[in-house]
């Protein structure tokens, strides 16, 4: 059985793209980065474009391929993977200012995917019209209901934009209690900023399935010899000034191993051998956030780190530092079933001392 097999990836698409690459750059020759070669047909048959693909699909193609197969991803400085994260930029680049993905094609299709009943509160589901990628990309409400969050369908910005509309729905509907002609809302918004913290936190991984999404998302590195699976991932620690932290990070060298501290909502609090604190960890991708922290806190992965370089910079203040990490995540037996069924009263207990606070402000 194959490494992507075993982790439940369905590889078979990127195999027929890169039978179809090949032959492409066989018979069409380079298509270099950035030299116009490239037309419209050969950018299809690269990011493997079918007639039925709208933007989300297009988009999402691209990321799994650039997430595959960019240097960065496999660790390799090799001229021909270079060359063919290259390919797949510019092939994405021409559909965008192509216009023939202006708009989607699937915005009155009813939205399927995963409900999750025990959810607190419904939410938006939010569709891009255009693959732009200026700051302000319009898009759309294509549906409302409990859906999980399905990184194939939805767009990741966009489900945090969805949960930042829940939350401030949740809020204001609390606040309409006290909405009377002598009533003004004096609570300072530092106050009001923790309240969304917490319910953003908690409404979030009511529609995520950590493990579902890992997979979707990410490709196992090896299933070791119990047949669990390990992913690798990049990870970083950094640090300004002359503090402690800054102190202790500049002593880490390649090879040193770090460990998990403590956890404060979704953050991985971090410390070294002698238990001094290391801040906070950074991953590569903010999405990993939402897959890793919830197993790690039910105890249903475990991780390690290993230092793989660390860059102090004494040429500006304040003094820098910054650690990158090996991060190697493994799942453990039953994590598959993963469930937390504690958030509703979570948010339900947010919402009453947000009610306490502003009967007192």
């Known amino acids: 059985m194959s490494l992507a097999m075993a982790a439940g990836m369905k590889r078979i698409p990127w195999q027929q793209f890169c039978a179809g690459y090949g032959e492409m750059r066989q018979t069409q020759g380079r ?23 709208d933007i989300g699909a297009v988009k999402r193609k691209y990321r799994r391929l650039i997430g595959c197969h960019h240097p960065d991803a496999i660790g390799s400085d090799r001229p021909e993977h270079i060359r063919c994260a290259q390919d797949i930029n510019e092939a994405y680049n021409l559909l965008k200012k192509s216009g023939v993905l202006a708009v989607s094609g699937k915005k009155s299709q009813r939205w399927q995917g995963i409900v999750n009943e025990k959810a607190f509160c419904d939410r938006n589901i939010y569709l ?181 370089d660390t860059e102090v910079s004494r040429k500006t203040h304040p003094y820098r530092v910054k650690v990158e990490l090996d991060f190697f995540f493994r799942l453990e037996e039953g994590a598959g079933q993963y469930a937390d069924s504690e958030y509703n009263l979570r948010i339900a207990d947010i919402l009453n001392r947000y009610e306490g606070m502003l009967k007192n402000a």
Not at 36 to 51: P, T
């Open 128 to 308: 891009y019209y255009t693959l732009d990628v200026s700051e302000k990309k319009p898009y759309y409400q294509t549906a409302r209901g409990r859906y999980m969050w399905d990184p194939d369908e939805e767009d990741f910005e966009l489900f945090l934009t969805s949960i930042r509309h829940a939350v401030k729905e949740l809020l204001e509907k609390t606040e309409e209690r006290f909405s009377s002609p002598g009533y003004e809302d004096t609570l300072a918004e530092t106050e009001k900023f923790e309240f969304q913290v917490q319910l953003f936190t908690c409404l979030a991984m009511q529609y995520v399935d950590p493990v579902r999404t890992l997979r979707k998302i990410a490709q196992a590195d090896h299933v070791d010899a119990k047949g669990r699976e390990v992913y690798r991932f990049r990870a970083f620690l950094g640090a300004k000034g002359q503090n402690q932290v800054w102190k202790t990070m500049t002593l880490l060298q390649k090879g040193d191993t770090v460990y998990p501290a403590s956890f404060r909502e979704n953050k991985i609090a971090v410390m070294d051998g002698d238990k001094r604190s290391l801040g906070y960890l950074s991953l590569e991708d903010d999405q990993l956030y939402f897959c890793i922290v919830p197993l790690l806190k039910k105890r249903l992965a475990r991780i390690r780190m290993t230092v793989r």
């Open 31 to 53: 298509t270099a980065f950035g030299t116009g070669r490239m037309d419209l047909e050969q950018a299809k048959r690269i990011l493997n474009i079918s007639a039925e693909d």
